[in-house]
Nanobody, 115 residues
Framework: QVQLVESGGGLVQPGGSLRLSCAAS????????MGWYRQAPGKQRELVAT???????NYADSVKGRFTISRDNAKKAVYLQMNSLTREDTAVYYC?????????WGQGIQVTVSS
């Protein structure tokens, strides 16, 4: 069973930065795609960014140029550097890691952008 642990969320002022981390543990043979999703109050969960095994990235239009996703295969971890945060980025952020025949989600971490 694969478990994901997220960290790095919190309260930040508009224009500020945060770095989210997600580390996987358990019996993991291979990891394919890794990604971050978010869900704001009253809204559906949406894709923020994904990164493939060969580090090809994909971003939601709303975060392009502000967020950067990266991964460390040795550490089985994925990161999300978030810059120039706005109130619209306030949400619960979830990491997702996909293996050969499994997909696992983190428990979610709150990011609040407020002055």
């Amino acid at each position: 069973q694969v478990q994901l642990v997220e960290s790095g969320g919190g309260l930040v002022q508009p224009g500020g930065s945060l770095r989210l981390s997600c580390a996987a543990s358990g019996t993991i043979v291979s990891i394919n795609d890794m990604g971050w999703y978010r869900q704001a109050p009253g809204k559906q969960r949406e894709l923020v960014a994904t990164i493939t095994k060969v580090r090809r990235t994909n971003y939601a239009d709303s975060v392009k140029g502000r967020f950067t996703i990266s991964r460390d295969n040795a550490k089985k971890a994925v990161y999300l550097q978030m810059n120039s945060l706005t109130r619209e980025d306030t949400a619960v952020y979830y990491c997702n890691i996909v293996g050969l025949s499994w997909s696992s989600w983190g428990q979610g971490i709150q990011v609040t952008v407020s002055s």
